[in-house]
């Protein structure tokens, strides 16, 4: 069964700490996405990556930055955490032509609460 | 810009019909997708639709006008495992991939 992997479910982090919230998928999926959701804003794009090495700026990329070193691995980095980054993070994937028939493969989400 | 509404909240009785509406105003736009989404999970995928009219899967129907920004979801003979956020979301065309850009969600309880 195909996968995505985000490593923490739950996550509790101090104010001003570098936190990091790694996606791993084994679809050999080009493209990679984070999320973030929240209620009543549904999910808002971070940053996505279409290769190795790639990533492009989403809706609202202020205070994050991503890596993507390698095809199957792509990490969101809070630099310095804040109480209103507190939020579920949805890591996605796609193939290179784009979610084609069935969409995005979306990992389990992580709950972060940032005190 | 890129814009989609659907309603907040719905409220339906076991075995009943319920409809519910998504409408886009996007550019770019390739085609629209449903997913099912329950407390604490991540979405899954229920339909896509890119060209206009009804697709029909067991329950669900979802359907699409182009020409019109509109699309529905129909779940029909609900089932109390029904009770679920709803997620409209749209295909477009940006920059150098596609993405899918999302409504913000319709909560739907079904009551016994």
């Known amino acids: 069964d195909v996968k995505v992997t985000q490593s923490s479910r739950y996550l509790v982090k101090r104010t001003g700490e570098k936190v990091f919230l790694e996606c791993v998928q084994d679809m050999d999926h080009e493209n990679m996405f984070w999320y973030r959701q929240d209620p009543g804003l549904g999910l808002r794009l971070i940053y996505f990556?279409?290769?190795?090495?790639?990533?492009e700026k989403g809706d609202i990329p202020e205070g994050y930055s991503v890596s993507r070193e390698k095809k199957e691995r792509f990490s969101l980095i809070l630099e310095s955490a804040s109480t209103n980054q507190t939020s579920m993070y949805l890591c996605a994937s796609s193939t290179l032509g784009g979610p084609g028939v069935r969409g995005y493969t979306f990992g389990s989400g992580t709950r972060l609460t940032v005190v | 810009g890129q814009n989609i509404d659907q309603p907040t909240e719905m409220t339906a009785t076991e075995g009943a019909i319920v409809q519910i509406n998504c409408t886009y105003q996007t550019s770019g736009f390739n085609g629209l997708f449903w997913y099912q989404q329950h407390a604490g999970e991540a979405p899954t995928f229920l339909s896509y639709?890119?060209?206009?009219g009804l697709e029909e899967k067991g329950r669900f129907s979802s359907f699409l006008s182009r020409s019109k920004g509109y699309s529905y979801l129909l779940l029909k003979e609900l089932q109390m495992k029904d009770s679920a956020s709803y997620l409209c979301a749209a295909t477009i065309s940006s920059g150098s991939a596609r993405q899918l850009t999302f409504g913000s969600g319709t909560q739907l309880t079904v009551l016994p």
């Open positions: 990556s279409y290769d190795v090495k790639m990533k």
């Open positions: 639709n890119v060209l206009d």
